[in-house]
T-cell receptor, first 116, second 114 residues
Framework: AQKVTQAQTEISVVEKEDVTLDCVYE???????LFWYKQPPSGELVFLIR??????QNEISGRYSWNFQKSTSSFNFTITASQVVDSAVYFC?????????????FGTGTSLTVIP | NAGVTQTPKFQVLKTGQSMTLQCAQD?????MSWYRQDPGMGLRLIHY???????DQGEVPNGYNVSRSTTEDFPLRLLSAAPSQTSVYFC?????????????FGNGTRLTVT
């Protein structure tokens, strides 16, 4: 079973629109960590944010915000007033505290296209 | 700082050929790992190492070997390339045993096996 599900394969929005990328995870661990990475067309993977399972406080960083809800096992990512530079593939990932191999479980990614 | 450096950036192999993908990091990270990225499958862990001299298998280790003789380097070897190994390979590092530590990725190696 997928530990991290990103149901949205591709999303297109017009510049300045808001967009939310969904991430649903599955774990039996009580301590775990959630991450978002961005992969622009150039191909590198850029770390965006980390969230601990015991901290459900939402976070805002500029145009980016993250909504973590343990009750629904979701860690959604919203971009406000999208820009063309936001066009990328976005990956959500899960790391479990018991896993000494430090394996990250990645979703299949959501490809975001921002149309000028 | 260079961070995580991978070479080569692109490689084409014929079935049965062998090669080594190089990975080096200059952040003194104990933990290093290799992932492969395939369309519709996200990134999957191939092998990892928690320190020099220590390696272990990840989710998809078949067909790949690794070694870790120094903290800085973690090469990935394909002994006999197969078309199923066509993929983009990422090396990543982080602080040892810190599951909350984000992975720092190299820029990837795009491998095609014909």
């Amino acid at each position: 079973a997928q530990k991290v599900t990103q149901a949205q394969t591709e999303i297109s929005v017009v510049e300045k629109e808001d967009v939310t990328l969904d991430c649903v995870y599955e774990t039996r661990d009580t301590t775990y960590y959630l991450f978002w990475y961005k992969q622009p067309p150039s191909g590198e993977l850029v770390f965006l944010i980390r969230r601990n399972s015991f901290d459900e406080q939402n976070e805002i960083s500029g145009r980016y915000s993250w909504n973590f809800q343990k009750s629904t096992s979701s860690f959604n990512f919203t971009i406000t007033a999208s820009q063309v530079v936001d066009s990328a593939v976005y990956f959500c990932a899960l790391s479990e505290a018991w896993n000494t191999g430090n394996q990250f479980y990645f979703g299949t990614g959501t490809s975001l296209t921002v149309i000028p | 700082n260079a961070g995580v450096t991978q070479t080569p950036k692109f490689q084409v192999l014929k079935t049965g050929q062998s090669m080594t993908l190089q990975c080096a990091q200059d952040m003194n990270h104990e933990y290093m790992s290799w992932y492969r990225q395939d369309p519709g499958m996200g990134l999957r862990l191939i092998h990892y190492s928690v320190g020099a001299g220590i390696t272990d298998q990840g989710e998809v280790p078949n067909g790949y070997n690794v070694s870790r003789s120094t903290t800085e380097d973690f090469p990935l070897r394909l002994l006999s390339a197969a078309p199923s190994q066509t993929s983009v390979y990422f090396c990543a590092s982080s602080y040892e045993g810190a599951q909350n530590s984000p992975l720092h990725f190299g820029n990837g190696t795009r491998l095609t096996v014909t």
